[in-house]
């Protein structure tokens, strides 16, 4: 897997460096972003049927649905971010 890439589960993987923002999809206003997204034509579910557990949220007006824990997928941006140095 290249620096700049970051596996958001089941094999899926997304650029790290377009990524804003990794939230729960709990919050009231997260999931009007999902439902405002899947309108647009822009949302990615890579859950493989699963619960939704992170919403990653990319520069380019894309969301992506994973069934990772945001706390695990921080942790791997964060590792993957260390390597780059």
């Known amino acids: 897997m290249s620096n700049n890439t970051i596996n958001i589960g089941f094999g899926n993987i997304a650029l790290s460096n377009r990524i804003i923002a990794i939230v729960s999809p709990e919050s009231a206003p997260i999931k009007r972003v999902i439902q405002e997204t899947r309108e647009k034509g822009k ?4 859950t493989y049927g699963r619960k939704t557990r992170a919403v990653i949220i990319t520069d380019c007006e894309y969301v992506i649905l994973s069934a990772i824990q945001p706390d695990t ?9 260390h390597n780059i140095k």
């Open 43 to 46: 949302l990615i579910d890579a």
């Open 73 to 81: 997928m921080a942790q791997r941006f964060d590792n993957n971010n």
